[in-house]
């Protein structure tokens, strides 16, 4: 049996250490927390949209955030009552009407989206409670930063609607030139100045995730978006003490002694250099094990980056290693060899002492983890 496993102990050390750094709320006033809205999505990064939704809330956190529609439901039909803000704006007519029946906060990017939220509004006699996103660069969802009056416009009949909250989406505020984050942010406020001059209620501003947030101070606002940093997985250095949350659990399925020169596995990529001991341990890069992000750059650049990389990669030790608890209770670093398999690796364990049914640990970004994989949250070890 294999499992994603995830140590509650670091997880609450996580999500504490979050709470710390935002009571620091970069204005001189410093009265006011700052809203640390929980984002959920794809599958709670990994570690199970419902119980870490649920574990979230057990430590405080009482809002959270989906792209989906599918995930929001899943989220009230598992009972939790928490504050939701759905994260990509829709005018989809179906999907709002079960968003909005569902107690689902909308996001709401355009026109057409808060036609059809206020349609849906008066249909179930409801007031729809709303966050407005505005596109300051990122060219997605959102109202463009430079069409402020189309928003206006837009906001004329909607009487049903409540502006709980206005927010925009950082396009890099993990590299290490901000400046576009800047221009963003500005961008962020001029819309949200000419929205007050206009009467607009604008509600809570949010414009950070991660980075943004802990890169940030003078941007925290009244809110921020935080994904990655409650996994200690962040794009920019961990100088915050985050804990990785997250690692695959598997066990030794068979072990085997071979001669100098056999072959292991496709490919014939490699051959044994001496006579060894083997295990095999039934996961492979199907479970995400190795997964790398993908080359989803295409600039003419970013090739050359990749090209220079790799030669760089050429002259480094790339092997893996997973752990392996040997029968003294130890986890031993152990070599992965040949190539990955889909649903099995072997790794050499000439010289150690361990038997089948050994437990082995293997790190792994719980989002590259298949949803039909066990979680299974953990106290201790
Ligand atoms: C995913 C997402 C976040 C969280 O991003 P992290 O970098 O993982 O913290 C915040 N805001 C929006 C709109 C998102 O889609």
Same mark, same amino acid.
């Given at each position: 049996?294999?499992?994603?496993?995830?140590?509650?102990?670091?997880?609450?050390?996580?999500?504490?250490?979050?709470?710390?750094?935002?009571?620091?709320? @970069?204005?001189?006033?410093?009265? &006011?927390? %700052?809203?640390?809205?929980?984002?959920?999505?794809?599958?709670?990064?990994?570690?199970?949209?419902?119980?870490?939704?649920?574990?979230?809330?057990?430590?405080?956190?009482?809002?959270?955030?989906?792209?989906?529609?599918?995930?929001?439901?899943?989220?009230?039909?598992?009972? %939790? +009552?928490?504050?939701?803000?759905?994260?990509?704006?829709?005018?989809?007519?179906?999907?709002?009407?079960?968003?909005?029946?569902?107690?689902?906060?909308?996001?709401?990017?355009?026109?057409?989206?808060?036609?059809?939220? +206020?349609?849906?509004?008066?249909?179930?006699? &409801?007031?729809? !409670?709303?966050?407005?996103?505005?596109?300051?660069?990122?060219?997605?969802?959102?109202?463009?930063?430079?069409?402020?009056?189309?928003?206006?416009?837009?906001?004329?009949?909607?009487?049903?609607?409540?502006? *709980?909250?206005?927010?925009?989406?950082?396009?890099?505020?993990?590299?290490?030139?901000?400046?576009?984050? *800047?221009?963003?942010?500005?961008?962020?406020?001029?819309?949200?100045?000419?929205?007050?001059?206009?009467?607009?209620?604008? @509600?809570?501003?949010? %414009?950070?995730?991660?980075?943004?947030?802990?890169?940030?101070?003078?941007?925290?606002?009244?809110?921020?978006?935080?994904?990655?940093?409650?996994?200690?997985?962040?794009?920019?250095?961990?100088?915050?003490?985050?804990?990785?949350?997250?690692?695959?659990?598997? +066990?030794?399925?068979?072990? !085997? *002694?071979?001669?100098?020169?056999?072959?292991?596995?496709?490919?014939?990529?490699?051959?044994?250099?001496?006579?060894? &001991?083997?295990?095999? %341990?039934?996961?492979?890069?199907?479970?995400?094990?190795?997964?790398?992000?993908?080359?989803?750059?295409?600039?003419?650049?970013?090739?050359?980056?990749?090209?220079?990389?790799?030669?760089?990669?050429?002259?480094?030790?790339?092997?893996?290693?997973?752990?392996?608890?040997?029968?003294? @209770? &130890?986890?031993?670093?152990?070599?992965?060899?040949?190539?990955?398999?889909?649903?099995?690796?072997?790794?050499?364990?000439?010289?150690?002492?361990?038997?089948?049914?050994?437990?082995?640990?293997?790190?792994?970004?719980?989002?590259?983890?298949?949803?039909?994989?066990?979680?299974?949250?953990?106290? @201790?070890?």
């Amino acid at each position: 049996m294999k499992s994603l496993v995830v140590n509650r102990e670091d997880l609450k050390h996580n999500i504490r250490t979050i709470k710390e750094i935002a009571k620091d709320t @970069g204005r001189l006033d410093n009265h &006011k927390n %700052i809203e640390i809205i929980a984002v959920v999505k794809g599958n709670g990064y990994g570690l199970g949209l419902v119980p870490y939704s649920k574990f979230l809330i057990d430590n405080g956190i009482d809002f959270l955030a989906v792209s989906t529609l599918e995930e929001a439901l899943q989220l009230r039909e598992a009972k %939790i +009552q928490a504050k939701i803000l759905m994260l990509s704006s829709t005018a989809i007519e179906k999907d709002v009407e079960k968003l909005v029946q569902n107690d689902i906060i909308l996001t709401i990017g355009s026109k057409e989206a808060i036609e059809t939220a +206020q349609k849906i509004a008066e249909k179930l006699n &409801k007031t729809v !409670k709303v966050h407005l996103k505005i596109d300051t660069g990122f060219g997605r969802y959102g109202f463009c930063y430079n069409e402020k009056e189309k928003i206006l416009e837009a906001l004329k009949n909607a009487n049903n609607i409540e502006i *709980e909250g206005t927010f925009s989406h950082f396009t890099l505020a993990f590299f290490e030139n901000n400046k576009f984050s *800047e221009i963003q942010f500005k961008r962020f406020i001029d819309v949200i100045e000419y929205l007050k001059e206009n009467k607009i209620e604008t @509600g809570k501003l949010h %414009i950070c995730n991660s980075s943004g947030f802990l890169k940030f101070k003078d941007k925290r606002l009244n809110a921020v978006r935080i994904g990655s940093a409650f996994l200690g997985r962040l794009s920019i250095p961990n100088t915050y003490g985050l804990k990785k949350i997250g690692y695959l659990k598997s +066990q030794v399925a068979e072990i !085997k *002694e071979l001669k100098k020169g056999y072959n292991i596995g496709y490919s014939n990529a490699y051959t044994l250099k001496k006579d060894s &001991k083997i295990a095999i %341990i039934p996961v492979g890069y199907a479970d995400g094990f190795n997964v790398r992000d993908d080359r989803d750059m295409f600039r003419k650049i970013d090739r050359l980056r990749y090209i220079v990389r790799d030669v760089k990669d050429a002259f480094k030790d790339k092997s893996l290693y997973i752990d392996i608890k040997n029968n003294n @209770g &130890k986890y031993e670093k152990c070599k992965v060899i040949g190539r990955l398999g889909m649903y099995h690796i072997t790794v050499d364990i000439t010289g150690k002492d361990i038997a089948i049914g050994s437990s082995a640990k293997l790190n792994v970004n719980p989002i590259f983890v298949d949803s039909s994989i066990r979680r299974e949250y953990i106290s @201790g070890e």
